[in-house]
T-cell receptor
Framework: DSGVTQTPKHLITATGQRVTLRCSPR?????VYWYQQSLDQGLQFLIQ???????AKGNILERFSAQQFPDLHSELNLSSLELGDSALYFC??????????????FGAGTRLSVL | GEDVEQSLFLSVREGDSSVINCTYT??????LYWYKQEPGAGLQLLTY?????DMKQDQRLTVLLNKKDKHLSLRIADTQTGDSAIYFC??????????FGAGTRLTVKP
């Protein structure tokens, strides 16, 4: 168990809908990262938050947004969902925002199916 | 940016050694990591190596780093069926986010 908790484990929804994925980082970790894993794109970095503020941005669509709350948990919001958004969404956490040895620990993921 | 590349598939027989290779482009990568992903699960950190090291051994796992060629390998000795998974190589440095390879799917045949 990595200590990173993601809910829900599975989510089934329809095109055009909006969903929220939740992540609780390991105790004491200040950074949260979101990744998308799909069959054709592999593991794609979406966005990083550090202590409540956006730190780095990857291949995140404009339809997607995230935030990190004062208690350091994070939510990833996906809107106007398309079939191609079906994927595994992982959250990871790390102690710091950057730096050598800032290891990321992953949650078990949320599997999103858009029908 | 930085790219991390690894072969997509590897198949070995139970009891043999497995070697998974990875190359990266950013010479400023300070830490290199190996993660394991079992079916339906998240990525589990297996091991990591500092860029000033050539080798790191941890039980059945041996990581070799050729910094000059920017080549990293993971050797699994006495591979078991439970080692079947996807193995991700990742590289990170002081100022950048961790970049992952596409993952190598290891299949262990009995």
């Amino acid at each position: 168990d990595s200590g990173v908790t993601q809910t829900p484990k599975h989510l089934i929804t329809a095109t055009g809908q909006r969903v929220t994925l939740r992540c609780s980082p390991r105790s004491g970790d200040l950074s949260v990262y979101w990744y998308q894993q799909s069959l054709d794109q592999g593991l794609q970095f979406l966005i990083q938050y550090y202590n409540g503020e956006e730190r780095a941005k990857g291949n995140i669509l404009e339809r997607f947004s995230a935030q990190q709350f004062p208690d350091l948990h994070s939510e990833l919001n996906l809107s106007s969902l398309e079939l191609g958004d079906s994927a595994l969404y992982f959250c990871a956490s790390s102690p710091e925002g950057q730096g050598a040895g800032n290891i990321q620990y992953f949650g078990a993921g949320t599997r999103l199916s858009v029908l | 940016g930085e790219d991390v590349e690894q072969s997509l598939f590897l198949s070995v027989r139970e009891g043999d050694s497995s070697v998974i290779n990875c190359t990266y482009t950013d010479s400023s990568s300070t830490y290199l990591y190996w993660y394991k992903q079992e079916p339906g699960a998240g990525l589990q950190l297996l091991t990591y190596i500092f860029s000033n090291m050539d080798m790191k051994q941890d039980q059945r796992l041996t990581v070799l780093l050729n910094k000059k060629d920017k080549h990293l390998s993971l050797r699994i000795a006495d591979t078991q069926t439970g080692d079947s998974a996807i193995y991700f190589c990742a590289a990170g440095g002081n100022n950048n986010d961790m970049r992952f390879g596409a993952g190598t799917r290891l299949t262990v045949k009995p």
